[in-house]
């Protein structure tokens, strides 16, 4: 068969390098009529997962509930043609909005251009490819922010169970004045919000103890498995449309028992330009002003948002054999936070909980998020007078049960097993997180930093005596442990009775930089006043062409070392003409 032609692969190369920066491409030319059934299965169940879930984030972040349904549909479109993992899905989620009520301090217009912010930021770091960079965030790191989060949402949403009002929002505050003022609990909100959380555990529990779909039983086995099925999946939707029609009822009667989420806009978003400054009651806020007031939220927000997306899609992604693309889901959410801030949305990442209901019902491309997308709008556009008969209990229940999960009590004892020493950075980030989000994440990231060099700095040193002493490091030489090594070979040197020789092994020495080479100069003329000859042995071949570059005085190499036999050393000239050899 003959080769194509040069200008068949051009084409075929600049289609390729457009399918990855647009993956629908490679994915709507199978599209088939079983997975259009699959995907609106899906995406008409997440649907009615993400709105119950998008009024309670929104009380989270500490904005109007109408602020969490704008957040939620921007994210289904865009990723249906920029995203490389089938199951993902964009929108609200608990710990980015706890992130946004740090940062936005509770005001609408900062949280928008927040988003619009973060998602340039997202873009910018996705074209530059810098997904490389949550490398760096070690999983205790990870662990301990998570679980510090849903304690901190969790309990959060203490006042709403009890109906108490004018409560602090910061984590010390809010425990103190939420103890102190139990006794103002509203009967009705307490029943109410128990009963919305027992009710969401026993359908949690029911979904998980379902069986595979009934495929040879009779009619009526399949449709009560259908019934409990779609009550378990839609267990968010059905909890919070009971405790609003038992609202209503009560309201109808002329009682009101329970703290409503009150009257919320109707109609969709107004299409305009994310704020670039505010109004204030002494003037006006600049856009240079918010940019200082939001600090380094422009930095956690973006990354956080890339870290939980990441670890969502990775799990799914090794659950359903394929591979994702970092950097490409960085230009989703960056797209996505930009596209949205123009609707009004609050910054948005990837749902884990939405996630795990769209791979359950089956989804077989990002094309689902079209359905909840268009639910969410439907919502907005002919729902909105409903929702202000949600009681605030309910939605508590709702995020009590999405944030439950993510608190990791095994991790304690994982570590423990594995490596005690992580349980340092966990620890750190966990209490930090507490005091302020940034501290404890940062604190943790410099944590792991610390315990990753301190071995560089500290590399195992073995040190033997056999006629003379031979100094063999365990790995590789940075200039962190220059004063290290050097302390350790003159401590031994010096302790000897009388001056002798002194052979340094490298043959675990796969790299040196400029700061240990000066220092070995040093080491070489500080052992000589001494009476000591320092030798090489052991060198590898970039370690021994860095060390002929320098030309260290007195440099030997030498090619052995045995107690019987002599010893080969040669000079640095002799070396330099061996190893060109």
């Not at 508590?396 to 991790?411: E, H, L, T």
Request: one cysteine or more; hydrophobic letters at 50%.
């Amino acid at each position: 068969m003959p080769a194509p032609a040069p200008q068949d692969r051009g084409r075929c190369c600049s289609y390729r390098a457009v399918q990855k920066r647009l993956p629908i491409l490679s994915w709507l030319p199978r599209y088939s009529l079983a997975w259009l059934q699959l995907d609106l299965i899906a995406g008409a169940t997440v649907g009615l997962t993400v709105v119950p879930q998008a009024l309670a984030y929104a009380e989270v972040a500490g904005l109007p509930v109408q602020y969490g349904l704008y957040s939620s549909f921007m994210g289904c479109f865009v990723y249906c043609f920029l995203g490389t993992a089938k199951d993902v899905t964009l929108g609200p989620t608990a710990i980015m909005s706890l992130l946004v009520s740090s940062y936005a301090f509770h005001d609408p217009v900062y949280a928008v251009l927040l988003a619009f912010l973060s998602g340039c930021i997202q873009l910018a770091m996705g074209l530059l490819r810098l997904g490389f960079l949550l490398d760096f965030i070690s999983c205790p790191v990870i662990k301990g922010f998570t679980s510090a989060a849903s304690v901190t949402i969790g309990f959060s949403q203490v006042k709403n169970f009890l109906g108490l009002r004018g409560i602090p929002r910061q984590f010390f505050l809010q425990v103190y004045e939420t103890l102190r003022r139990i006794g103002e609990t509203r009967a009705g909100d307490a029943i109410l919000g128990l009963a919305c959380l027992v009710a969401l555990t026993g359908l949690g529990a029911m979904k998980r103890r379902l069986s595979g779909a009934p495929g040879a039983e009779p009619l009526s086995a399949r449709v009560s498995y259908l019934i409990v099925w779609i009550s378990a999946t839609a267990r968010n939707a059905l909890v919070v449309l009971s405790a609003g029609l038992v609202a209503y009822s009560f309201q109808a009667m002329g009682s009101r028992p329970f703290t409503l989420t009150g009257e919320v806009p109707q109609g969709l978003p107004a299409l305009r330009l994310p704020p670039f400054a505010e109004a204030a009651a002494n003037g006006t806020v600049p856009f240079g002003r918010m940019v200082q007031d939001m600090g380094d939220g422009l930095a956690v927000v973006p990354l956080m948002g890339l870290l939980e997306t990441v670890a969502i899609a990775k799990a799914f992604a090794s659950q359903n054999g394929y591979r994702i693309d970092p950097n490409q889901e960085l230009l989703a959410m960056g797209f996505t936070n930009i596209l949205g801030s123009f609707v009004s949305s609050y910054p948005v990442t990837g749902s884990f909980g939405r996630t795990a209901v769209n791979a359950q019902t089956g989804a077989c491309t990002p094309a689902g998020g079209l359905v909840t997308g268009a639910l969410v709008l439907l919502s907005l556009a002919y729902l909105t007078s409903c929702f202000s008969y949600v009681p605030k209990a309910a939605l508590a229940a709702v995020i009590v049960c999405a944030v439950a999960p993510v608190f990791d009590a095994g991790i304690v004892r994982t570590l423990w097993r594995v490596k005690r020493l992580d349980l340092v950075p966990l620890c750190v980030t966990f209490l930090l997180c507490f005091w302020e989000v940034q501290y404890g994440i940062v604190a943790g990231v410099l944590v792991s930093g610390v315990l990753l060099l301190y071995p560089i700095a500290r590399p195992p040193i073995k040190v033997s005596d056999r006629g003379g002493l031979l100094v063999q490091p365990g790995s590789s030489l940075h200039f962190p442990a220059v004063e290290y090594l050097r302390d350790t070979l003159c401590k031994r040197a010096l302790a000897a009775s009388s001056p002798r020789s002194i052979i340094l092994d490298c043959r675990h020495v796969s790299s040196i930089d400029y700061t240990v080479v000066v220092g070995l100069a040093d080491l070489l003329r500080e052992l000589r006043k001494q009476g000591f000859a320092l030798a090489f042995r052991g060198l590898q071949d970039n370690v021994l062409q860095v060390l002929l570059a320098a030309d260290l005085d007195e440099f030997q190499h030498c090619t052995g070392w045995q107690e019987a036999d002599e010893t080969l050393c040669l000079s640095g000239a002799e070396a330099a003409a061996a190893w060109q050899q």
